[in-house]
């Protein structure tokens, strides 16, 4: 504003204006076209989704058909390496490719299919089911302080207020706003300070947005502040209400991951295993004895732990697909059954030939 006073052209002041927000880059851009003449239809506040709530419909329309690549994939390429140690086509050295190149792939789909990177300020995928509650019990606080705002109470005052409504209900959050009201109360720190210091006690860039914002809009008009954190709130439901259709999706897809993840210990255990048993038609041209020596000890091990990775590696970004909480009990319990079935199959075959 100070350059504008100054005589400097405001349409080119606002062209070299670059935020990290596409969409109001793009509002910044309808200024200038218009003339610098505000279009009530044009509001960025009117703005009816952002290019992340797009982006992320789109997501939602395909991501069963790129879930089930990462399944064809992840079961197949175990499954087609078993049967080719299985009829002996594979070299050992390629086999010891075939780990690094089999996670780059899955990585790779999994960061380009179903790893949801989309800044939506309501997206709480991540978050554990305490840090989900956590969440909840500060929009309930924000709104019923939103709420406060209205009658013309001044922010402290809305603030305090605001706690003593809800401090039966905020149970995660109730010591951090204690704490701080205290402090704000006992005079040790002004209301902003109060905030700043909410900020690094939740230690969260989602919380830090919101109070970020939330300072701001206070230090401008504390009573029109009432409006925009309601309308805050009605962003995050928005993308909470998209999450939750995601989420609906993704569970769908729970009882594959888990008929996947103990079927495919099974299978490529046993496969495997029989690894003898081809040694034995290879090296005696089709005879039914052999010498324990004409075992490779090294090549059984190379193998071993060549199927055990690719099981390793499956089970883990399936389980990452589903974002299982418990996680590591299947993760552990798949490679665990096929530790058992592929010794099981294999010292068995040993002991009858």
Known sequence: MRKIHDGRNPESLISKIVTPSKDFNTYLRQIILNDLIPNPYNEFKYLHETSSEKNFKILLKDIE????????????FPIGLCFLILFRQIDLIFMLFFIPFFLIILNFLFKKFVKTD?????LLRDYSSLEKTKFDEFLTFLKSFAMNLKFNASPEKAFIDTYLQNKNYIKLLNSTFYNQITRLLNYNCSFREMLDNLKLELNSVRYNLILNTLEEMLYLNAYYTSEQILDILEIIHNHRKLEKKFEIIIKGEKFKVMLFIFLLPMIIGAIGGMFPLMVMLTSDQGTYTISHSKIDVLETILIFLTLFSSNLITSYYFLKIIHYEKMYVIFLSSNLIFILVFLFTFMNLISLL
Do not use: Y
Not at 118 to 122: A, N, Q, R, V
């Open 118 to 122: 989309f800044i939506l300020i309501g």
């Open 65 to 76: 058909s790129k879930i089930s690549i990462i399944f064809f994939i992840g079961l197949f």
